[in-house]
């Protein structure tokens, strides 16, 4: 898990900014998303998710956005904190009982 | 309830041995999936088990493989082991693996192939 992440587009933000990471999905007949938080060492944790017949879901200091006319993805993090930074995993799910496929990731990164 | 469990945590391997990882579910979760995670290639699905039967498989060669017990807990196993085998192994586990339920990580094994 350490050295998850090497290569991954990286955000920076101050601490108590708004912090929005960005997802492009592959599949149009993908019909439910998951957000991941992935700090170093751990395993993915599940923040938030959506279904393909909401738009937008709003949880504890994050919202989920979904367009899938562009097929696109965001999650919003609000008054970011410095137990935000970790990396940051969209997935996708198509029906039909097949796997998550997940995104190559994001790493967030807070200046305190 | 107690999380998703994986055992060990570190291995490390030379070329040509073997390897076996485990995996105890979310108590009442019944399906498993395992997924290897680089930093090149992110996490990529390996299979998913419901009910000990593999209900769906990754695009991975015949070297890995797993199984699933009456009681849930999985094991894979990686044979005649490659460099590139290196690897996070995560293990997930839902209730009952179908579309639109989320999967529950554990930490995963640190698999260093020499």
């Known amino acids: 898990g350490e050295n998850v992440g090497l290569h991954l587009p990286t955000l920076s933000v101050q601490e108590g900014d708004n912090s929005i990471i960005n997802c492009a999905y592959s599949n149009s007949a993908s019909d439910y998303f998951i957000w991941y938080k992935q700090e170093s060492g751990k395993g993915p944790q599940f923040i938030i998710d959506i279904r393909s017949n909401m738009d937008k879901r709003q949880g504890q200091r994050v919202t989920v956005l979904l367009n899938k006319t562009v097929k696109h993805l965001s999650l919003q993090i609000a008054a970011t904190q410095p137990g935000d930074s970790a990396v940051y995993f969209c997935?996708?799910?198509?029906?039909?009982?097949?796997?998550?496929?997940f995104g190559k990731g994001t790493r967030l990164s807070v200046i305190a | 309830k107690a999380g998703v469990t994986q055992t060990p945590r570190y291995l490390i391997k030379t070329r040509g041995q073997q390897v076996t990882l485990s995996c105890s579910p979310i108590?009442?979760?019944?399906?498993v999936s395992w997924y290897q995670q680089t930093p090149g290639q992110g996490l990529q699905f390996l299979f998913e088990y419901f009910s000990e039967t593999q209900r769906n498989k990754g695009n991975f060669p015949g070297r890995f493989s797993g199984r699933q017990f009456s009681n849930s807990r999985s094991e894979m196993n990686v044979s005649t082991l490659e460099l590139g085998d290196s690897a996070l192994y995560l293990c997930a586990s839902s209730p009952l693996g179908g579309t639109n339920e989320k999967l529950f990580f554990g930490s995963g094994t640190q698999l260093s192939v020499l």
């Open positions: 997935a996708e799910n198509y029906s039909g009982n097949t796997p998550l496929v």
């Open positions: 108590s009442g979760h019944r399906s």
